[in-house]
């Protein structure tokens, strides 16, 4: 029938498959197209956003208000998604300042009460930004932090379904890193590249027990005293980036049987 509207005869996970194929914005603007589309793009499985260019404004006031605003408007984003709707996988990219972390920190919050999220990239192009981790979340497989100074909470759990660990440009206490590594009993994948202390005074000394662990990359860096790996019988690759002479320790890496 010639002006039939076919697309919207289809099922609506296909429907919601196209979207998200879609930049975000396009997606939701799909809401103008009918009654039927208007809340389609709040069951999007995955949402991926970032300014990849630094083109937002002459000065760093009105730089910063504009990423302000751009971290304001995600919030909403998130916060109109449907209740029950499963929100999979999750990226954020932006030159931040330090100063708009609590503007993270709440989004952060806000995305972590949509259980069910798989995947966590954060990506800060500019400064570090503070983070204070959740003290358990039960589904994140995968956790990518750029340019981040990551916080434990007291009586962190750990992350017990997470399988990829990847750390660049990451700031954490020795204390941090190694209840982050070791409470996560399931990591196969574990990339550490320029991570540093948050204490100048105390470097980092990392101990690696690992019973799943099959794929590690480490930087060694002035800010890590060691590296040790203590037991990790499923390891099939290891990287060891040697910026400065440190100590490198190797104890079980045998593949399983």
């Known amino acids: 029938m010639k002006g039939a509207d076919r697309i919207s005869s289809l099922p609506a996970d296909i429907i919601i498959s196209i979207l998200s194929r879609l930049p975000v ?6 809401s103008a197209l009918a009654r ?11 949402l991926r956003l970032g300014c990849y260019r630094d083109r937002l404004g002459d000065t760093r006031d009105r730089y910063d208000d504009a990423t302000s605003s751009w971290i304001e408007r995600v919030h909403h984003l998130v916060s109109s998604l449907r209740t029950g709707a499963s929100l999979l996988d999750f990226e954020l990219g932006h030159y931040f300042s330090f100063e ?19 995947t966590l990239r954060l990506f800060s192009y500019r400064n570090l ?21 990551a916080v434990l909470p007291t009586g962190f759990r750990g992350l017990n ?7 660049t440009r990451v700031k954490i206490s020795n204390h941090d890193l190694h209840l982050l590594i070791h409470a996560s ?16 005074q105390a470097h980092l000394s990392v101990n690696i027990s690992l019973p799943l662990l099959r794929h590690l990359e480490f930087q060694i860096n002035e800010y890590v005293d060691k590296v040790c790996v203590v037991s990790a019988p499923c390891l099939e690759e290891a ?3 040697i910026s400065f002479f440190k100590e490198v320790c190797s104890g079980d890496t045998r593949a399983g049987d």
């Open 25 to 30: 914005k396009d997606a939701v603007r799909t």
């Open 36 to 46: 039927s589309w208007r809340h389609l793009w709040t069951l999007l499985p995955s």
């Open 100 to 118: 708009q972390s609590p503007l993270l920190q709440s989004l952060l919050d806000l995305l972590l009460q949509k259980d069910g999220v798989q």
């Open 129 to 149: 930004v503070l983070l204070h981790l959740p003290i358990s979340y039960h589904s994140l497989k995968v956790l990518q932090l750029h340019r981040c100074h």
């Open 161 to 167: 379904r997470l399988t990829t660990l990847l750390l």
């Open 185 to 200: 009993n399931n990591l196969t994948t574990f990339r550490s590249v320029l991570v540093t202390s948050d204490d100048p």
């Open 239 to 241: 990287c060891i980036l």
